[in-house]
């Protein structure tokens, strides 16, 4: 396909739009959108088309779109699907720029030949493609709702964009009446062009937009969106929704729009690599995105939690511990701070509690000494409604503390009570007031501000130049390829591990007994035994391995069991040889692989090794290439990362080494696209300074020969 794309700014801020379909019957969709569009103050020019021509909605209706004269940026295309690719060709001879076809009935029905003829012909001409299957696009720079969802919607800092089309228009309707105000909302339905990558970039770099909320069912250009979202994270707040989470779920969602929900754990890992604070729900999605453009970023990491009960006051410190709010913690100057508005049963260590019977005045006070002092970054002020507690005055407070504060100290606010609780509640939100009911999720907004903050002040972490040898690599692969195996021999994969520096045990391969002896004598006792056959490939079942060999007398018999075992068990094998290897000192054992993943392309995968990946599932994964900064998060992320620092008197591991290594994995998979998996399995990782081995290697290719 010729890359002859239009700017993206013609789709969100069209000069002109053109509506095919639009319906003279009002319980239309072609009517809806043509009214949504007029009532929702678009100043660009409309053009209704429809055969039967006449007028609707006091607009003129053009019989068909080669009669219109003006240049169209946007024609929206609400016809049924098997007059759709009729109208593209009208589209393309009257040089639209951007197509969004609502029309369903095509690659999420299994119609998937249609909606390729119908991209293919717009792309061949020039125009891009939203959909199909979607509810439209609202830009609320060019005031455009192009949509069949709610006719009013409210102006301001969050984008959305969308594969769910009716979760779309439902989450159009809640951010009503939440009063979340839009830049902009779009579905992208069957992605069968523009997917969310693209509009990202748009996103990303208009000027209102403060927050992307992502609905994702699956990715298909995973490559892409990472290197998008690792920009637009550093400077606006992005949340993902992605639903497949649990297997019933992905397989709904792979069968809803017709792609593959990809791997849920390498997703969140990614996502978190990308700064992407992931949600799992939306109500969670939508609170955070209502909160995080109401209030200023944190200037550090001390916050102060304020409560009238030691219960919720516990929750909200869990909570802050659950979300990555670091809690205040010099106990002297919090209690020179807080002493004079606590009564003497409180407590000012952070929860500050100001116990059951503490009056708005109590309150008014310790949020001014919070909110003031230049050593608390950020304020929880969490309430339970009491028979004593004054509700009203409280709901007060809030809005004054809030207004006064805002744009210089985050502060976030629950309250939890009955009706009258949940009224002031619903007041308050209305104003845009950060005030939940329940504690934890005040705190996760808090916790999605410091995400952000982290992200901010993330350091660049610089690339490494890591030394692989392609060209190396390349020839083992083409000696695989001519055998027609996609399996590589433990000698070759070994022989790829060397063009990568990456340190395995020395080894040879012996054509024979006196071969034997003699590289077992100059490797060093002791060593281990391997036969060498394409046809075996698990050779400890058939006695084709032997361990811990001592001395020229046991690789005598060893070699001579190898082979007499391995006839005997697979008579039809040719046996190349016997590889003699360096028997390799015991260490932690830790697994790092790579692998081409279906959605994300180049991934790499770090994880303890035994039980920790078998059972615990203990793994850490990564987009390729990674940074050396990348390579030691994603290593002091798994659960069993203390064992590497050095437990029970224990020395500290070679954590370099291990970070050398992925590097280099991220490195060979990214590079060499031939290769589909690679994993090390077990590397030995010594104590710090002394290094790691790769002790086993398995590399398979892909099934078809792919370049980069
Ligand atoms: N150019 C312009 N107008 C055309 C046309 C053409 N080539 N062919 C037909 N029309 C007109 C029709 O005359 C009709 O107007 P009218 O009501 O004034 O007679 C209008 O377009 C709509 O056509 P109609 O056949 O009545 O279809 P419909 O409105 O019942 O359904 C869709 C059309 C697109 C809405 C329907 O096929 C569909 O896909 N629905 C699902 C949409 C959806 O859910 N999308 C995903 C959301 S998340």
Redesign the pocket.
């Known amino acids: 396909m010729p890359d002859n794309k239009p700017d993206i700014t013609s789709l969100f801020e069209p000069k002109s739009v053109a509506i095919?379909?639009?319906?003279?019957?009002p319980s239309?969709?072609?009517?809806k959108i043509l009214e949504n569009v007029i009532r929702g103050g678009y100043s660009g020019k409309v053009y209704p088309?429809?055969?039967?021509g006449g007028e609707i909605l006091g607009y003129r209706v053009y019989k068909?779109?080669l009669e219109i004269e003006d240049a169209i940026d946007l024609a929206c295309i609400?016809?049924?699907?098997p007059?759709v690719f009729?109208?593209v060709q009208q589209c393309a001879s009257r040089g639209v720029k951007y197509l969004a076809i609502?029309?369903?009935?095509f690659s999420e029905v299994g119609n998937i030949s249609e909606e390729r003829r119908i991209v293919e012909f717009a792309r061949a001409h020039g125009m891009r493609v939203l959909g199909p299957?979607?509810?439209g696009i609202y830009s609320a720079n060019a005031s455009l709702n192009a949509t069949f969802g709610p006719a009013q919607i409210r102006k301001g800092n969050v984008g959305i964009i969308t594969q769910?089309?009716?979760l779309?228009?439902a989450m159009m309707g809640k951010t009503q009446s939440e009063n979340i105000g839009l830049s902009a909302i779009i579905?992208i339905?069957n992605k069968s062009d523009i997917d969310e990558t693209d509009l990202l970039e748009y996103l990303g770099s208009e000027q209102n937009t403060r927050v992307i909320l992502m609905y994702i069912e699956g990715v298909k250009n995973g490559e892409k969106l990472v290197d998008a979202l690792k920009k637009i994270t550093k400077t606006k707040t992005v949340i993902v929704i992605k639903s497949g989470r649990s297997r019933r779920g992905a397989i709904a969602a792979a069968s809803h729009t017709g792609s593959l929900a990809g791997e849920d754990n390498v997703f969140s890992d990614i996502m978190r690599q990308c700064g992407v604070i992931r949600c799992e729900t939306i109500s969670e999605a939508l609170n955070l995105s209502k909160t995080v453009p109401e209030l200023a970023l944190p200037s550090g990491e001390n916050t102060v939690i304020i409560t009238n009960g030691g219960g919720v006051g516990v929750l909200a410190a869990d909570a802050s511990e659950k979300y990555g709010v670091n809690l205040y913690s010099d106990y002297p100057k919090l209690k020179s701070l807080f002493q004079d508005c606590v009564p003497q049963f409180g407590s000012t260590k952070n929860p500050v509690d100001l116990t059951g019977q503490a009056t708005i005045q109590n309150y008014r006070d310790a949020l001014k000494k919070a909110l003031e002092a230049d050593e608390i970054s950020s304020v929880i002020c969490v309430a339970c409604e009491t028979a004593l507690f004054d509700v009203e005055g409280y709901a007060d407070l809030i809005k004054n503390s809030f207004d006064q504060y805002r744009h210089k100290k985050p502060i976030v606010f629950s309250l939890f009570g009955g009706k009258k609780a949940d009224e002031c509640i619903a007041i308050l939100r209305k104003d845009g007031i950060p005030v939940f009911h329940d504690v934890y999720d005040a705190v996760f907004c808090l916790g999605g501000l410091y995400r952000q903050l982290g992200n901010l002040k993330k350091p660049q972490s610089a690339e490494r130049e890591v030394m692989v040898d392609k060209a190396r690599i390349q020839e083992i692969i083409e000696i695989a390829r001519r055998d027609g195996r996609r399996f590589l021999l433990s000698a070759e994969a070994h022989a790829i591990l060397e063009a990568a520096g990456i340190p395995a045990p020395e080894s040879r391969i012996a054509r024979n007994l006196e071969e034997a002896v003699a590289f077992a004598e100059e490797i060093g006792y002791p060593v281990v035994l391997k036969v060498v056959s394409k046809q075996i490939i698990h050779k400890s079942d058939v006695g084709g391995v032997a361990l811990d060999i001592l001395n020229k007398e046991e690789v005598i018999d060893a070699y001579q069991s190898i082979i007499n075992s391995c006839r005997q068990h697979m008579p039809d094998a040719h046996i190349e040889g016997v590889e003699i290897c360096e028997m390799v000192e015991p260490g932690i054992e830790v697994i790092v692989g790579a692998r081409i993943d279906p959605s994300f392309g180049p991934v790499v995968m770090f994880g303890l090794g035994g039980i920790y990946v078998e059972v615990m599932k203990d793994v850490a994964f990564r987009a390729a290439p990674v940074t050396p900064g990348e390579a030691v998060e994603m290593i002091s992320e798994v659960k069993g990362y203390p064992l590497l620092l050095g437990v029970r008197g224990e020395k500290k591991k070679d954590i370099n080494s291990i970070v050398d290594c992925i590097l280099k994995m991220g490195m060979i998979i990214n590079e060499c696209r031939e290769i589909s998996d690679i994993e090390i399995n077990p590397l030995v990782v010594y104590d710090d300074g002394e290094g790691a081995r790769a002790v086993d290697a398995r590399i398979i290719l892909s099934n078809k020969e792919v370049k980069k």
């Open positions: 095919v379909g639009a319906s003279h019957e239309k969709i072609g009517y088309v429809n055969p039967k068909s779109i609400s016809i049924p699907a007059f009729e109208a609502i029309t369903s009935g299957n979607i509810f769910s089309g009716a779309g228009i579905s339905g």
